[in-house]
């Protein structure tokens, strides 16, 4: 039989069989307007409060897995291994920890560089992954699931073993439980207002420093008005997207000069566009290399990005809220 007959032949069994599901189906539902007798329970079911009950459970606990242990011989003394079918703790319920051994944990966590790799959040850092769910961490209690890992390594990773007393990775381990795991992670959720300073303070910071450039009576007038949410008019005064592109002078060994806006500059060259649209790249290498002016609104901003306290600018801010 030719290839072409046989997937005919097959496709045509697949529909007589489909049709005759349809019919026996059809045959078992009830006249229209009859009862329909309701379905027997199975004898094993639980009552309804005992399956919620059971859920809860469920939902509450997890069953210890021995695999994520090293074999009993290899457990440092003092760490004793849960009983068959025990329970441990929920996953996503806060863990209780003591501050003392959690300031412990954090310092042994930086210092052994620990937090290099999996970040001082230990959402993961550089190469190494995130804790903060890990399964390891998660059903460990007191350092015993990590053990081994911290102390032996990981082989073929970067992980390496650390010389550590039993002691020293049960507070590294109490530093990682410290961590809430639930999925609303509380330390993103904004505050009610960022207007917390002192607008006092804040208008003699300006007064000091940004009068020179700004007024409130001047350019500013109105500006909480204009960016009535205080966060970005934080992030407006701190550094403005709508201020002019910077514009650079280009004056040349031989005593020329050309100028316009600034499109790029580094130590091999600069690009800048002229008024009618055009561009020019200009070499800064070598002996005959031009010297460049550049003219940035921001400058002053930009420099004192890094210079700023907290203070500072919550200050600012709750000022420039007032200017309405």
Known sequence: MKAGATTNALRAAWLVAMLSACVAAQAAEPPAGAATPPAPA?????????????????????????????????????????????KLPPDYKPRVTDPDRVARGRNLFATMGCQFCHGPDIRGGSGGPSLLRSQKVLQDQQGETIYDTVTRGVPNTAMVGFDLTSAQVADIAEFLHSFPVGGRDRARDLPASIVTGDAAAGRRYFDAHCSGCHSASGDLRGIATRYPKP???????????????PAVR??????????????????????????????????????????????????????????YTDTQIHDVTAYLVTLR
């Open 42 to 86: 199975p004898a094993s079911a639980p009552a309804p409060a005992a399956d919620a009950a059971a859920g809860a459970s469920a939902a509450d606990a997890q069953a210890f897995d021995p695999e994520l242990l090293p074999p009993p011989e290899e457990l440092p003394e003092g760490f004793e291994l849960p009983k068959p079918g025990s």
């Open 231 to 245: 966060r970005t008019l934080q992030q407006r005064w701190l550094l403005s997207r709508s201020a002019p592109k």
């Open 250 to 307: 280009v004056h040349g060994a031989d005593g020329t000069l050309d100028e316009g806006t600034l499109v790029r500059i580094d130590e091999f060259l600069v690009a800048l566009r002229h008024a009618d649209g055009s561009q020019r790249s200009v070499d800064l290498s070598g002996p005959a290399a031009p010297k460049v002016e550049v003219i940035d609104p921001l400058a002053w901003h930009k420099a004192q990005l890094p210079a």
